[in-house]
């Protein structure tokens, strides 16, 4: 036990905490909004309720089935991945364990919805007029700025190019 306190893995509450809020926004989500029918809450800001079947910006949205399949299971390998680097960080490291802690919840907040939906349940909609960005959620949020504090390590990281 001692051990476990030492390593990254003291940090998993930000990644339950992370799953826990994605499981609230989504539920608030499905229960408060109409399917497709935005919510404007800015100019640039609506909340409207998509349901993903495919991953990022819709990719594989029409595919026949087996992408809920192969997106559940590379979340399954990179929670797997992520949990073996935390055992092998110091719990000093803070940067990089709530960065992977943070993508980690939102990994498993997306794969959650695959595996009792068959996609993922998303709301964000930011647009320009007309255009739209992908629509996205909380575990697709917490996944980017998880992975922005990544590569912002990396790239302040002095011996980042000396391997």
């Given at each position: 036990?001692?051990?476990?306190?030492?390593?990254?893995?003291?940090?998993?509450?930000?990644?339950?905490?992370?799953?826990?809020?994605?499981?609230?926004?989504?539920?608030?989500?499905?229960?408060?909004?109409?399917?497709?029918?935005?919510?404007?809450?800015?100019?640039?800001?609506?909340?409207?309720?998509?349901?993903?079947?495919?991953?990022?910006?819709?990719?594989?949205?029409?595919?026949?089935?087996?992408?809920?399949?192969?997106?559940?299971?590379?979340?399954?390998?990179?929670?797997?991945?992520?949990?073996?680097?935390?055992?092998?960080?110091?719990?000093?490291?803070?940067?990089?364990?709530?960065?992977?802690?943070?993508?980690?919840?939102?990994?498993?907040?997306?794969?959650?919805?695959?595996?009792?939906?068959?996609?993922?349940?998303?709301?964000?909609?930011?647009?320009?007029?007309?255009?739209?960005?992908?629509?996205?959620?909380?575990?697709?949020?917490?996944?980017?700025?998880g992975a922005a504090m990544l590569l912002w390590h990396?790239?302040?990281?002095?011996?980042?190019?000396?391997?």
């Amino acid at each position: 036990m001692r051990k476990y306190f030492s390593t990254g893995l003291n940090w998993l509450w930000i990644a339950l905490l992370v799953v826990l809020i994605d499981r609230y926004a989504k539920y608030w989500a499905v229960h408060n909004l109409t399917l497709t029918e935005p919510l404007p809450i800015f100019s640039v800001f609506n909340l409207t309720l998509a349901y993903n079947k495919g991953a990022a910006f819709s990719f594989l949205h029409n595919a026949s089935g087996w992408q809920n399949l192969f997106l559940g299971s590379l979340a399954a390998i990179v929670s797997l991945f992520i949990l073996g680097w935390l055992w092998t960080l110091s719990a000093r490291e803070r940067w990089t364990n709530i960065a992977l802690c943070l993508v980690l919840g939102g990994a498993i907040g997306n794969a959650w919805d695959r595996i009792l939906y068959g996609y993922v349940i998303d709301f964000f909609d930011f647009h320009l007029g007309d255009w739209h960005f992908a629509i996205f959620n909380t575990a697709d949020s917490a996944i980017c700025v998880g992975a922005a504090m990544l590569l912002w390590h990396w790239l302040r990281s002095p011996d980042r190019g000396s391997h």
